[in-house]
């Protein structure tokens, strides 16, 4: 299995930023979270959707501004970010449990993609 995220960039507070995740080698249902870390802090759950259009869990500050949704035929998961912050500012990183669990508990996600960076300016 393989993960490939991308879409993070640079942008202004307040502004908009989509992420994707491709989930490559697998065909088997599947959870797909986010996550994020900043220098020098554990990395923290986001938000995991489980399945491509089933059953959503965000955590508080990701709720109401970001919305995680699937496109079962790409395998690929997005997180649509708005109203974002400078405290957003983190490398996202895209995770999967194949035991298809709704968990925030990272040690469920057994396969991780490469983080992509995500910079929100003030």
């Known amino acids: 299995v393989q993960l490939q995220a991308f879409g993070g960039g640079l942008v202004q507070a307040g502004g908009s930023l989509r992420l994707s995740c491709e989930a490559t080698?697998?065909?088997?249902?599947?959870?797909t979270a986010w996550f994020r870390q900043t220098p020098g802090k554990e990395r923290e759950f986001v938000a995991a959707?489980?399945?491509?259009?089933?059953?959503?869990y965000y955590s508080d500050f990701a709720m109401g501004r970001f919305t995680i949704s699937g496109e079962d035929a790409k395998n690929t998961v997005h997180l649509q970010m708005n109203s974002l912050k400078p405290e957003d500012t983190a490398v996202y990183f895209c995770?999967?449990?194949?035991?298809?669990?709704?968990?925030?508990?990272?040690?469920?996600?057994?396969?991780w993609g490469q983080g992509t960076l995500v910079t929100v300016s003030s």
């Open positions: 080698g697998i065909t088997d249902r599947y959870t």
């Open positions: 995770a999967l449990d194949p035991a298809y669990h709704l968990t925030r508990n990272e040690r469920d996600y057994k396969h």
């Open positions: 959707l489980r399945g491509s259009g089933g059953f959503v």
